[in-house]
């Protein structure tokens, strides 16, 4: 029998399988579970829910953190780490993130955490954008706020979230010259980027 770290490993890829497969909507325990070759107690001693199962599922990946793109312009830095998030949600990520929004809407404690985490990843990515472009002077200090920090990647997830995936590069695009870096720069008075 396995167990530990191997009996994780082999749920976290049945669980990512059937995801695939299936969707999240009907994504199950018991599939998971028997996909994986454990019994449903197991799944449900360790995560009590799809979501949270899930989301371990999506942590466990072998992801190496995410490194801010450096190119030496604010617009295909910001660019390049939107077509990196794009890519991401035109697939099987793009297809957890879809479901764990649906169950969000249903129980939002339940996916507070995974949100949180979510959010302060691609926060920490954009901020380390934005604060090389002050130093840069495309930007004025000043500018990098939460509110447009968070901006640009809430516009891509909304895009997602009402037409799913695909995103098209022109949106992307739009996104950064006609909404971020107007406000980036015309409005704090820092020129153009």
């Known amino acids: 029998r396995r167990r530990g770290e191997e009996l994780n490993a082999a749920i976290f890829e049945a669980t990512l399988a059937e995801l695939a497969e299936v969707g999240y909507s009907r994504l199950a325990m018991e599939r998971v579970a028997a996909r994986a ?17 899930l989301i371990a599922a999506l942590q466990h990946q072998d992801r190496e953190p ?16 939107l077509r990196r998030a794009a890519a991401l949600l035109d697939g099987v990520f793009g ?3 879809r479901g764990l929004m649906a169950e969000t809407l249903i129980d939002p404690d339940r996916t507070a955490s ?21 130093a840069r ?8 706020t ?10 891509v997830d909304h895009h997602f979230l009402i037409y ?15 909404v971020l870096l ?12």
């Open 182 to 193: 107007p406000l980036l720069t015309h409005a704090w008075g820092a020129g153009d980027a």
């Open 164 to 178: 799913g995936a695909p995103i098209p590069d022109d949106v992307l695009t739009g996104i950064v010259d006609g």
């Open 114 to 134: 995974a949100r949180a985490g979510a959010l302060m990843a691609r926060d920490r990515v954009m901020r380390e954008i934005l604060d090389r472009a002050a």
């Open 95 to 97: 297809e957890a993130v």
């Open 137 to 144: 002077g495309e930007i004025s200090p000043a500018a990098v």
């Open 66 to 81: 995410e490194l801010a793109p450096d190119t030496g312009r604010l617009r295909d830095d910001v660019l390049a780490f």
């Open 37 to 53: 070759g454990a019994s449903k107690m197991s799944l449900y001693r360790r995560w009590p829910n799809r979501a949270e199962l």
């Open 146 to 155: 939460p509110q447009l920090v968070g901006l640009a990647p809430a516009l």
